[in-house]
């Protein structure tokens, strides 16, 4: 097995769930000088990833909160 294996079956893992390249047509040219205008769908597909970051984050905390926690000593 060769380090570019590792490499490709990393990237397979690690590959964003929340992001769609299909649909990833926004690359801007030099020619490109009027303001793009946002869809209607556009806008929701952000707020929903933006609930989905805010609920990850929650979950992070509450992690961390609870990892760093003072432990709670048992009844002797």
Do not use: C, G, W
């Amino acid at each position: 097995m060769y380090v570019r294996d590792f490499i490709k079956e990393n990237n397979a893992q690690n590959e964003d769930k929340l992001h769609d390249q299909s649909n990833d047509s926004s690359k801007a040219e030099l020619t490109d000088t009027r303001k793009t205008r946002l869809t209607l769908e556009q806008i929701n597909r952000l707020r929903v990833l933006n609930d989905v970051k805010i609920a990850e984050y929650q979950e992070n905390i509450k992690k961390i909160k609870q990892q760093f926690a003072t432990p709670v000593e048992s009844p002797q």
